[in-house]
Every structure is written in C-alpha cells, then in structure tokens.
C-alpha cells in the first residue's frame, strides 16, 4: 500500500454552479494506492502504509487534475522542429520563409506549420513554391490541419498526383502518415512523446485523449515501455484503425492489451478511448459543411462546405462503434456538419462527441444535450479564427463557440487544445472560454462566455471539489484561480500565468517544482 499525504492544502470548490471561493481553511488529503481516501484536518498517514510521501502544501490550493481532452501529440511533439509560419500573411510571405530556411539549412526537407491561408486574397500555387525549393522537399501544413501546400519534389516523394494547388481534407490526411519517410521519425519518438507529457505535466495536465494518426495499441504500449508512462492516455481510433480495435475486443474505458505486463496489474492510466469520425472540414479551409454559403463563396468549387462522409456512411459507423462498445467523437465544425452528426447519433443510440461545434444553431445545442452528447470545444480556437469567421460567415458569427449557450441548455462541455492547431495549455483555453479576446479589443461576443469556475469545471474530467472516491490526480496551485478582478480581459491574464507547484497522477508526483517533501 502506498499513500500521499498533503498536508495543509486549500480545496478549490469545483464544479459549474460553483459560485463562493476557495475555503479559507486548509485541509489535509490523503491518496492511498491512487485514489483519494481521506479529507479532513490533521490527518494520519495510515498504519499500514508501506511507503508514504508527506507533502506541506503551504496553503496552496488543490484542484482536481486537469485534462486536455483532445490532443494530436504527435504533431504537438512535432511542433518545435517546424518552421513556424503562423507569422505569413500572405503566399509571399510563407514563400520568403521557406527560402530563408533553406539558406539556413540547405538540402534539408522543409516541414512548416501555422499559416493560415483563409484571410490571404489569392489562393496559392504549387508552382510559386517550386520556384524558391527547386529540388528540395517543402510540407506547409495549415493551422488548422486540413490542408497542405506541397511543392512538386514532396508530392512525388509521397506519391501524389501532381496539381498546382493545395491537398486537401482526406487526402491529405493520408498522406501526412507517409511523412517520416522525408524527415524521419525522431520529432515522435518515445523521448520527444515524454518531453511533451512533461511539459503537459508541468501545467496541472493529468490526462489527455490522444486524435492522432498512429499505428494504435501497439505504438502506445511501445512508448509506454520507453517511459511515456507519466499521464493518463486515451488512445482513439479512426475508421482505418477501427477493424483492429474491434478484433481486439476494445471498448472505451479498457485498459490497453500488455500495460499490466509493464506496468502492473492495476494500472489503468493507459485506456482505449473512442473512434474518431472528421464529418466535415475546416473554417480555414472553407470545408466545414454550412446550412448556408460562405461570404466568398465564389471563390470556393463547394459554395457552403461538404460532409467527408455520406448520411448512411456516418450511421454505418457509429452503429459499428456503438455495437462494440465504442463511444465516437464526431468532428463536426459546421452547423449542418453538427445537425448531420446528431441525427446519426439519435438513429443509432450511438454515445459520445461533438468535437468542435465551432458554428451551432440553438436548436441543435438543445438536441445535443437531449441526447446526452458532450460538447468538446476548444476555446483558444476563438482567438485564431476571430476575424476570418467575421470575413466569411459574417452574421452568423453569433452561433460561434456558444459556450453559454450549451452549458445553459444542459450540455456537458469539455475542453481542450486541439494541439498543434492550439496549445496544449489547459489554462489558455480557459482564459479565452472566460475572456473570449486576445488583444485590447472587447470580447468577442461576449454574451458567450463562461465563468472561471465553468471554466474550471470543463476542464477536470467531469471530477468535482477533491473528495474520497475520487482519483489521486492532482494539482497544487501557487494562487488561488477565483481570485476577484474588475473585467474579464484581467481574469483571462490572470489564469493564462497560473503558477503550477506540483501535479500528482494516480498519487505519484509528475511535476512538482518548489514542493519541500517531508
């Protein structure tokens, strides 16, 4: 038996209806064996206890752990070898980054990340590209993920057909498996994955649901061999990957085949979560699927967006998941994206997502908690695409990340980065959730917003105020995240530099700078 003991820790009152501050009165909890078993003032470390580490929280406040619940974190680990063009504002801009990294680095394959092509005036051509690359392979991955500027050598080394345009949507996502064969493997490798959990760690994250394309179970029981085996981990699948997971018997919430043989035989940390559907596209890339045309619709061979998939398609699927266990986060940006997804989801009995929900009309923010189905956003997303939805959808901008909305109408909000395209800072996203600006400008659409508390309570996996029963999956904070400002652009400032002193996963420290062990 092992035990955590804190001693001397303010509890942070959690939950969405949440309205008093922290309680004045420092308390004791004690973690045994990975769940929190005691909460009380002075309390004993317990008899039988074969190991037991004593914290002194010094009045610092104690959350539940926070999770990110959607990460791609290959990409995330990938980030910070890729030329950074979240800068360019326009196709000659990224062009003259693209030839100053190869003047730096001449010969090398060029993988850049971050433009966002929706708010430039032209759409770009391979062949612009080609005139600065020549022979050297160029990848430039949009922002949002769902296109990529290709020039001519890298569309041939991954064995696409040659265009004069961008790669898009499915495509595209077929084709980013194939890039290791230009850069390698190295940026996602077992030691890139436990620096970004590390980090993870180091701002209260103790979970996660990983959306990446990856090779399933086997790759993630291989990086949990190699010392990935720092935070909680739900590995989805996509329709490719689906076949396996179902011969394997996996159902959301199972432990992954082989953790026990690492491990032990009660690890749970390492978990399957659910099948991952990309119904529609993008705001960036005017692929989201819309009730009504984009602003530019002249522009665009799909005047309103289009469905990646068909009605019957999308039933096929969830039917398959749901049948095996399997719960299903729905990619779904677009309002008729997200009306289409919950018709699927009412046909079938189908659980689970709605991942993004970035445009809703209110009646489908009713279905959605009608059908129990959660709404997992990502708020910092509000920040980026704040002028472009302004540019394209105009008037509709309105139904955009309303928040306010689906909380009030019953639905169970979850947040997170969508790392890379965001961010993995929990603490980002509920500042923008709470402030809804990034600049000196006023909130955007305001009426939208979420307290700090719902905030707070979006972001702990559904765990309330720390309390026996619940999971040893804590955080120490070095300020108090009620604290009282005058305007909401001082409380998002406020939460976007909270100080983490120490994250515990399953009552085993992760992260603790500054924490004196007894």
Not at 395 to 422: I, N, Q, T, Y
Not at 481 to 502: H, N, T
């Amino acid at each position: 038996m092992s035990t955590l003991l804190i001693r001397q820790a303010r509890l942070v009152p959690v939950g969405p209806a949440v309205t008093a501050g922290p309680s004045p009165r420092p308390v004791d909890v004690v973690v045994t064996d990975g769940r929190v078993t005691a909460v009380g003032a002075d309390l004993p470390v317990h008899p039988g206890a074969t190991a037991a580490e004593v914290v002194d929280a010094e009045g610092r406040w104690l959350i539940p752990g926070l999770w990110d619940q959607h990460v791609h974190l290959g990409q995330w680990t990938l980030a910070s070898q890729r030329l950074d063009l979240a800068a360019a504002r326009s196709p000659e801009d990224a062009t003259r980054m693209v030839a100053e990294r190869l003047a730096e680095q001449p010969g090398h394959p060029v993988i850049g990340w971050g433009h966002r092509s929706g708010g430039w005036e032209r759409d770009v051509t391979v062949s612009e590209l080609d005139a600065v690359s020549g022979e050297v392979p160029v990848v430039l991955i949009s922002g949002d993920g769902h296109h990529a500027w290709l020039n001519t050598t890298a569309l041939l080394h991954l064995a696409m057909p040659v265009r004069d345009s961008v790669v898009r949507e499915k495509e595209w996502f077929a084709a980013y498996a194939r890039l290791s064969t230009l850069v390698g493997d190295d940026g996602t490798s077992p030691a890139a994955y436990r620096r970004a959990l590390d980090t993870a760690a180091s701002l209260g994250v103790v979970g996660l649901v990983d959306f990446e394309f990856s090779g399933g179970a086997a790759d993630w029981l291989h990086r949990w061999e190699q010392g990935c085996d720092r935070l909680r981990v739900r590995m989805s699948t996509y329709a490719e990957g689906l076949d396996e997971v179902l011969s394997l018997g996996l159902r959301t919430g199972d432990v992954l085949p082989g953790v026990a043989d690492v491990t032990g035989p009660h690890d749970d940390r390492l978990q399957m979560g659910p099948l991952k559907i990309i119904s529609d596209g993008s705001l960036n890339t005017r692929t989201a699927w819309c009730c009504e045309p984009y602003a530019d619709a002249h522009r665009l061979e799909y005047p309103a967006g289009q469905p990646n998939l068909s009605g019957a398609e999308l039933r096929t699927l969830l039917e398959r998941a749901h049948a095996a266990g399997l719960e299903v986060a729905t990619h779904a940006i677009g309002d008729a994206a997200v009306a289409a997804a919950l018709a699927a989801y009412a046909t079938t009995g189908a659980r689970g997502s709605i991942e993004h929900a970035q445009m809703v009309g209110r009646a489908d923010s009713r279905r959605m908690a009608e059908l129990g189905i959660r709404a997992s956003v990502q708020p910092a997303h509000l920040l980026d695409d704040r002028d472009l939805t302004e540019k394209i959808w105009q008037e509709r901008s309105s139904r955009c990340f309303a928040f306010r909305w689906m909380l009030d109408d019953g639905v169970e909000l979850a947040l997170g980065s969508d790392a890379p395209v965001s961010p993995l800072d929990p603490w980002l996203a509920m500042a923008a959730a709470v402030h809804r600006s990034a600049d000196e400008r006023e909130p955007w659409h305001g009426e939208q917003a979420l307290t700090v508390a719902e905030a707070l309570a979006a972001s702990t996996d559904g765990w309330g105020t720390v309390a026996p029963g619940h999971p040893g999956d804590l955080v120490l904070l070095d300020a108090d995240p009620y604290a009282a400002f005058d305007s909401s652009a001082e409380q998002g400032a406020w939460l976007r530099e909270m100080p983490v002193a120490a994250t515990y996963v399953a009552g085993e420290a992760v992260y603790g700078a500054g924490i004196e062990l007894g």
